[in-house]
């Protein structure tokens, strides 16, 4: 069985940065919690692809953090058709500046944009991440936005809630929208938001199934096997590790959409109106 790996940190000096040598503030704790040291070295991407095919992980979707990092996860899509590329965007610098970086990312062939608003301080249905939104909606381009529990303190976590979601998937019905991390720690709130909108996934990055909630395993297995997809989030968690708890705490019969077909439906397919 073939696996697509929604969320992957790749090994490159550049994408290695926040990390080690500009550490940020944001990423600190998690290097201590996922016991991540030992991953933190640079390695070529070919050794990295190597590693994730020994569990059957085919392909892997990279998402950049901003334009430095984006055009490096471009460049390397071009010579390794394993990587997805998704370019990291940031109302930081203003609309108009995120709006066009928009635009040259979809020429460039990214799958989808991925917005971080706690990095911001601002909520996920703020009204100024509503042109980047509509602008995606428009030209039917997936976003993946940080909508769970962070480990940075020195903001609140209540910025992805799944209240938060819903108000922007009524707003943009046929927005594809990926909750990355699956709105870890919200509860079975988000759930719901997931069942009610045709066009909200849930990616699971970075979870170990033992700590959720037992209402997100059963949705996975039942009534959201279509929703639900696989991601390590690697460095934060390995392949094979992730790979193998997954298996074993889902029902063999949603194995292919789980790890490979609600991926690839939730970046490639037209949206359902």
């Known amino acids: 069985m073939k696996i697509i790996d929604s969320r992957v940190r790749l090994r490159t000096e550049q994408l290695m940065k926040a990390w080690t040598t500009e550490l940020n503030p944001v990423f600190k ?152 991390h699956g709105g870890n720690g919200f509860g079975p709130l988000v759930l719901a938001v997931a069942q009610r909108h045709p066009n909200v996934y849930l990616e699971f990055s970075a979870l170990n199934p033992k700590y959720m909630a037992p209402e997100f395993i059963h949705a996975a297995n039942t009534y959201l096997s279509k929703k639900c997809m696989f991601g390590t989030d690697y460095p934060l968690m390995e392949f094979d590790k992730a790979v193998k708890i997954w298996k074993n705490s889902l029902s063999e019969n949603v194995w292919e959409d789980f790890f490979y077909n609600n991926v690839r439906d939730a970046l490639y397919s037209k949206p359902k109106k």
């Not at 962070?150 to 799944?162: A, L």
């Open 29 to 180: 704790d998690y290097i201590t919690l996922y016991k991540m040291h030992d991953r933190l070295t640079v390695m070529p991407v070919q050794e990295l692809i190597d590693i994730g095919s020994q569990s059957d992980v085919e392909k892997m979707v990279v998402c950049g953090g901003n334009d430095v990092d984006n055009a490096h996860i471009l460049e390397i899509s071009k010579k390794f058709p394993e990587i997805i590329p998704v370019g990291g965007v940031s109302i930081g610098n203003g609309n108009r500046k995120a709006l066009e970086a928009i635009r040259e990312l979809k020429k460039q062939g990214i799958a989808a944009v991925n917005l971080s608003p706690f990095m911001l301080r601002r909520n996920v249905n703020d009204k100024l991440y509503y042109p980047l939104y509509s602008y995606c909606e428009m030209i039917e381009l997936p976003v993946i936005v940080h909508t769970s529990l962070h480990y940075w303190r020195d903001t609140y976590m209540w910025h992805g809630q799944p209240e938060y979601v819903d108000e922007v998937a009524v707003d943009f019905p046929e927005l594809k929208f990926i909750m990355s």
